[in-house]
């Protein structure tokens, strides 16, 4: 009978530390995200500046990049831009700790998105992003899982232009 109650009582308590473990997660990686970037706002302005000159460039990444898809929806790779410019933005994607960088659009306004891990990372936009069925706008991640969107993504306002987004379930990153 003590084992029995011992057992329950393990499980109700495994049962809060993951509840307490997942809401400390969310919360740890929204200060990770608003300390990396105060820490790097100067590169991030400088990359967004950068892909505002690059226009026909729409995915950089560590190892390849892509011109934006022509009429057809190919997209040709490695093609377009100077290998001093390129590893211009590897340079400043180390020294952010960025993954990759997107070049879009959205709703006729630009948007540049950062991949900072999988899963979070930074987006610029010209425009103040709204509300959608599957783009969500609060004051915190926990706001954000508190609404129990089980898709999406969630976006916090840094500072104007500049959030920080994380992906809810199986979606592609921002684009």
């Known amino acids: 009978m003590g084992n029995v109650k011992f ?5 109700v308590t ?3 530390l993951l509840i307490l473990i997942s809401s400390c997660t969310s919360g740890d990686s929204e200060k990770e995200l608003r300390k990396q970037f105060a820490e790097n706002i ?4 400088k ?29 040709k ?16 994607f180390n020294q952010a700790s960025i993954e990759y960088g ?18 979070y990372g930074f987006t610029y ?10 783009t969500y706008i609060y004051n915190s991640f926990n706001e954000c899982n508190a609404a129990k969107h089980k898709y999406g993504i969630c ?6 232009n500049w959030y920080m987004y994380r992906l809810n379930g199986n979606l592609a990153t921002p684009m």
């Open 14 to 16: 495994s049962c809060i």
């Open 47 to 75: 990359l967004e500046a950068m892909q505002r000159k690059d226009l026909r460039i729409a995915v950089i990444r560590k190892n390849y990049y892509e011109q934006v898809s022509d009429k057809n929806g190919h997209r």
């Open 77 to 92: 790779t490695n093609v377009g831009m100077t290998a001093e410019r390129w590893n211009e933005y590897i340079a400043l």
């Open 42 to 45: 100067d590169t991030l302005i």
């Open 125 to 134: 936009s010209e425009a103040p992003l709204t509300q959608t069925e599957n």
């Open 102 to 119: 997107l070049n879009s659009s959205y709703n006729s306004a630009r948007q540049v998105t950062f991949l900072t891990k999988e899963g």
């Open 7 to 11: 057992i329950k009582l393990w499980q």
């Open 155 to 160: 976006y916090v306002l840094l500072q104007k």
